[in-house]
């Protein structure tokens, strides 16, 4: 045992393997053009087909088959800050992080069978647009807009391009801050390019080819890492004793970078501080959370409501639910092979070496994903990939194995190509989604008469700038790291998820809800959040062995550091739940006639709604339920827009054969009953998707269950 920096070793914080990494070579970089021009070439052919209106934008017309929808769900959620955040709490803390990732599958039957419902019959483009025709008013709308477009830059967006940046400067062997920006600019221009390329539909297809990319690289990935420490029991076996050589004790004179005992377990001691994560917040806050981000966010609720029927939607979040199995295989495992196979930088457990490894004091263990595809695979340099092992196992410990993988020169180009893949999606996604916001529910608001076409326009536009904001972000990002960045993800999410989360619950199953109290609620919520944001990271712990004591006063410790942040998010939530439901019955409620297929027990009311903006005489353009009427040749006064402005952005009028005939004019009547019918399913394919989704439910059960 040693103290703070003293070295057991000879091994210094650069293990002499790794500097025969040479980068990547030709093939590799042939790999990586050959993806990037298959992938643009599928949004393009997808831009070709894309109606020129708002609803072929943003909703894709309404047209997308199971398929490519459940692949979009999953590639939307798995980004490349999955990538890093996974496999790097994998390698810090064993399988814990996997509970993330199986707690989604039941999610997203809900979303599939009851939230999905109503947004369907509610006939709405934005999640905001939502609680605009559920509670009127304009305040709740905008304010949820304007949250959900900051939450995206400054969370979504700003971890995936740290995630990115991390993986992208290790694997081009390009530590300098000139090659970080240039790899980042064309990652976002390239992401931008799909979006205002061809909108949703050219989004969910890219999503699609990235989605099989993605699953089949890692897999690749997963099978070399458990070979390499001799297979999944020698994994469980080692993972305790993968620790760095030279480790700094903290104040009581424990060392630093010690594995969890509980690492083989999902569910973990709710007792502060004994665990990282406690099973009371994995059931329950974890829930809270994931029914915002899966049933409520823009991103996610976006891809089912471009299904062409519910049929197709449910069938979508059932493929998304199988596919959220892997990642424990495919991320979690390969993190924990990593600390066993690389533990002097892995496992870093000394401020000073951790900073000099990946730049940061408090550990090392988001490059675990990245130090495998470096390593591991081979790449066109014909670098042997296990001569880095090979050189720590001598003075460290048998790994079980040293023989050569086949030298298959582009493998490591193939999983750049994955990371780009997962980064893209992620981004694509975020920017359709932010361009819809933007456009639905704030230019709306300004520009009542804008016609698809300026909608259009516009929408791409912000594409634009949101890109602009991300890049001047870039160095806060890079100074925003912690040793566990999916950590940090869902920490955020605690703080300001909760109250959005119980606001749609009961809007949706409570009908006495009211705007009053919905907004109320929020605000109060969100207050409480902010406050718990600020201490959380006013009162930063120091690195273990830094031999600085801890900055928090005795209340913080006792509000803050012994409430972990997903008992925080079933306590935000209680809050807000209490104060909706006060203010609401303290308030006149809605009247029954303006709630029709607003609510779950009135999805299929096939009477007429009352705009409750009408109602309360606001002054607003009405929701139009039927977007097959949302056309550029609407019989409103068309933007004096620069011809030039349309041919850039695609947003031309859409060619009208001379023997079509227009649009029948529908009445109100027609219109609520075809919204109602569009609920119904064809009883063979809904007994199909409920027998799969009872099947998922089961073996997520019985996954949880082995691994409690």
Same mark, same amino acid.
């Given at each position: 045992?040693?103290?703070?920096?003293?070295?057991?070793?000879?091994?210094?914080?650069?293990?002499?393997?790794?500097?025969?990494?040479?980068?990547?070579?030709?093939?590799?970089?042939?790999?990586?053009?050959?993806?990037?021009?298959?992938?643009?070439?599928?949004?393009?052919?997808?831009?070709?087909?894309?109606?020129?209106?708002?609803?072929?934008?943003?909703?894709?017309?309404? !047209?997308?088959?199971?398929?490519?929808?459940?692949?979009?769900?999953?590639?939307?959620?798995?980004?490349?800050?999955?990538?890093?955040?996974?496999?790097?709490?994998?390698?810090?803390?064993?399988?814990?992080?996997?509970?993330?990732?199986?707690?989604?599958?039941?999610?997203?039957?809900?979303?599939?069978?009851?939230?999905?419902?109503?947004?369907?019959?509610?006939?709405?483009?934005?999640?905001?647009?939502?609680?605009?025709?559920?509670?009127?008013?304009?305040?709740?709308?905008?304010?949820?807009?304007?949250?959900?477009?900051?939450?995206?830059?400054?969370?979504?967006?700003?971890?995936?391009?740290?995630?990115?940046?991390?993986?992208?400067?290790?694997?081009?062997?390009?530590?300098?801050?000139?090659?970080?920006?240039?790899?980042?600019?064309?990652?976002?221009?390239?992401?931008?390019?799909?979006?205002?390329?061809?909108?949703?539909?050219?989004?969910?297809?890219?999503?699609?080819?990235?989605?099989?990319?993605?699953?089949?690289?890692?897999?690749?990935?997963?099978?070399?890492?458990?070979?390499?420490?001799?297979?999944?029991?020698?994994?469980?076996?080692?993972?305790?004793?993968?620790?760095?050589?030279?480790?700094?004790?903290?104040?009581?004179?424990?060392?630093?970078?010690?594995?969890? !005992?509980?690492?083989?377990?999902?569910?973990?001691?709710?007792?502060?501080?004994?665990?990282?994560?406690?099973?009371?917040?994995?059931?329950?806050?974890?829930?809270?959370?994931?029914?915002?981000?899966?049933?409520?966010?823009?991103?996610?609720?976006?891809?089912?409501?471009?299904?062409?029927?519910?049929?197709?939607?449910?069938?979508?979040?059932?493929?998304?639910?199988?596919?959220?199995?892997?990642?424990?295989?495919?991320?979690?495992?390969?993190?924990?092979?990593?600390?066993?196979?690389?533990?002097?930088?892995?496992?870093?457990?000394?401020?000073?070496?951790?900073?000099?490894?990946?730049?940061?004091?408090?550990?090392?263990?988001?490059?675990?994903?990245?130090?495998? @595809?470096?390593?591991?695979?081979?790449?066109?340099?014909?670098? !042997?990939?296990?001569?880095?092992?090979?050189?720590?196992?001598?003075?460290?410990?048998?790994?079980?194995?040293?023989?050569?993988?086949?030298?298959?020169?582009?493998?490591?180009?193939?999983?750049?190509?994955?990371?780009?893949?997962?980064?893209?999606?992620?981004?694509?996604?975020?920017?359709?989604?932010?361009?819809?916001?933007?456009?639905?529910?704030?230019?709306?608001?300004?520009?009542?008469?804008?016609?698809?076409?300026?909608?259009?326009?516009?929408?791409?536009?912000?594409?634009?700038?949101?890109?602009?904001?991300?890049?001047?972000?870039?160095?806060?990002?890079?100074?925003?790291?912690?040793?566990?960045?999916?950590?940090?993800?869902?920490?955020?999410?605690?703080?300001?998820?909760?109250?959005?989360?119980?606001?749609?619950?009961?809007?949706?199953?409570?009908?006495?809800?009211?705007?009053?109290?919905?907004?109320?609620?929020?605000?109060?919520?969100?207050?409480?959040?902010?406050?718990?944001?600020?201490?959380?990271?006013?009162?930063?712990?120091?690195?273990?062995?830094?031999?600085?004591?801890?900055?928090?006063? /005795?209340?913080?410790?006792?509000?803050?550091?012994?409430?972990?942040?997903?008992?925080?998010?079933?306590?935000?939530?209680?809050?807000?739940?209490?104060?909706?439901?006060? @203010?609401?019955?303290?308030?006149?409620?809605?009247?029954?006639?303006?709630?029709?297929?607003?609510?779950?027990?009135?999805?299929?009311?096939?009477?007429?709604?009352?705009?409750?903006?009408?109602?309360?005489?606001?002054?607003?353009?009405?929701?139009?339920?039927?977007?097959?009427?949302?056309?550029?040749?609407?019989?409103?006064?068309?933007?004096?827009?620069?011809?030039?402005?349309?041919?850039?952005?695609?947003?031309?009028? /859409?060619?009208?054969?001379?023997?079509?005939?227009?649009?029948?004019?529908?009445?109100?009547? @027609?219109?609520?009953?075809?919204?109602?019918?569009?609920?119904?399913?064809?009883?063979?394919?809904?007994?199909?998707?409920?027998?799969?989704?009872?099947?998922?439910?089961?073996? !997520?059960?019985?996954?949880?269950?082995?691994?409690?």
């Amino acid at each position: 045992m040693s103290e703070t920096g003293t070295a057991t070793s000879t091994e210094g914080p650069e293990p002499e393997g790794a500097s025969k990494y040479q980068g990547l070579g030709w093939p590799d970089l042939v790999v990586i053009l050959l993806y990037f021009g298959f992938v643009i070439g599928v949004g393009i052919w997808s831009s070709r087909r894309t109606k020129g209106s708002a609803s072929g934008y943003f909703l894709a017309s309404r !047209s997308m088959h199971w398929l490519p929808v459940g692949a979009s769900l999953f590639a939307s959620n798995i980004g490349s800050g999955h990538f890093i955040g996974l496999a790097g709490s994998g390698a810090a803390s064993g399988i814990g992080v996997g509970g993330f990732e199986l707690s989604a599958i039941y999610v997203l039957m809900l979303l599939g069978w009851v939230f999905v419902p109503v947004y369907m019959s509610s006939g709405v483009f934005t999640m905001p647009e939502y609680l605009r025709e559920r509670f009127g008013g304009q305040r709740i709308r905008v304010y949820l807009s304007f949250l959900a477009l900051m939450l995206y830059v400054f969370t979504k967006i700003s971890a995936d391009l740290y995630a990115g940046a991390l993986f992208i400067q290790l694997a081009l062997n390009r530590l300098t801050s000139e090659w970080l920006y240039l790899s980042i600019l064309i990652l976002l221009g390239v992401a931008a390019l799909f979006t205002i390329a061809g909108g949703l539909s050219a989004v969910i297809w890219t999503d699609f080819v990235q989605t099989v990319l993605m699953i089949v690289g890692s897999f690749v990935l997963m099978v070399m890492s458990l070979n390499a420490v001799g297979g999944y029991q020698q994994l469980v076996d080692k993972f305790p004793y993968a620790t760095a050589t030279v480790r700094a004790k903290d104040l009581a004179g424990e060392e630093c970078g010690a594995p969890p !005992s509980d690492y083989m377990h999902l569910l973990r001691s709710p007792e502060p501080g004994v665990s990282d994560l406690p099973w009371t917040g994995m059931v329950f806050g974890l829930t809270i959370n994931s029914i915002w981000y899966w049933c409520t966010d823009q991103v996610i609720v976006q891809r089912t409501l471009a299904s062409k029927n519910m049929i197709h939607a449910k069938g979508g979040c059932i493929l998304a639910a199988w596919l959220k199995f892997l990642p424990l295989w495919l991320l979690v495992f390969p993190g924990m092979a990593a600390r066993i196979l690389f533990p002097e930088r892995v496992a870093c457990a000394d401020p000073v070496l951790c900073t000099e490894i990946c730049g940061s004091e408090k550990g090392c263990s988001n490059i675990a994903y990245a130090e495998l @595809v470096i390593q591991l695979l081979p790449t066109g340099q014909h670098v !042997s990939p296990f001569s880095y092992i090979d050189d720590m196992s001598n003075s460290r410990r048998v790994l079980g194995t040293t023989s050569h993988a086949p030298d298959i020169t582009g493998m490591a180009g193939m999983m750049l190509a994955v990371m780009l893949a997962a980064l893209m999606s992620s981004l694509t996604s975020i920017f359709n989604s932010a361009s819809t916001i933007f456009t639905i529910d704030v230019w709306s608001k300004f520009r009542k008469r804008a016609s698809d076409t300026e909608k259009i326009i516009v929408g791409r536009c912000f594409v634009i700038v949101l890109v602009i904001i991300s890049i001047i972000w870039i160095p806060v990002i890079q100074n925003s790291g912690s040793s566990q960045l999916f950590e940090y993800i869902q920490s955020i999410s605690s703080f300001l998820a909760p109250p959005i989360c119980a606001v749609y619950l009961l809007a949706i199953f409570w009908e006495r809800t009211n705007e009053p109290g919905a907004f109320y609620g929020l605000m109060v919520g969100l207050v409480i959040g902010l406050i718990r944001f600020g201490v959380e990271f006013s009162y930063l712990l120091p690195a273990c062995g830094t031999g600085q004591p801890d900055p928090r006063p /005795a209340a913080v410790k006792m509000l803050v550091g012994n409430v972990h942040y997903l008992h925080f998010s079933c306590f935000l939530w209680l809050i807000t739940i209490a104060v909706t439901v006060s @203010v609401s019955l303290l308030s006149p409620p809605i009247p029954q006639h303006c709630l029709y297929r607003l609510t779950w027990s009135s999805r299929k009311d096939v009477r007429v709604r009352c705009s409750i903006a009408k109602y309360n005489r606001e002054e607003t353009t009405p929701l139009r339920e039927n977007y097959n009427d949302l056309s550029v040749q609407d019989p409103v006064e068309e933007s004096p827009l620069p011809n030039i402005l349309k041919k850039l952005c695609c947003a031309g009028q /859409a060619p009208q054969s001379s023997d079509e005939a227009p649009a029948p004019v529908l009445t109100e009547e @027609v219109k609520a009953k075809e919204a109602a019918e569009f609920l119904n399913e064809e009883p063979f394919w809904k007994e199909v998707v409920n027998v799969n989704a009872v099947i998922c439910l089961v073996l !997520s059960t019985f996954v949880i269950a082995f691994y409690a």
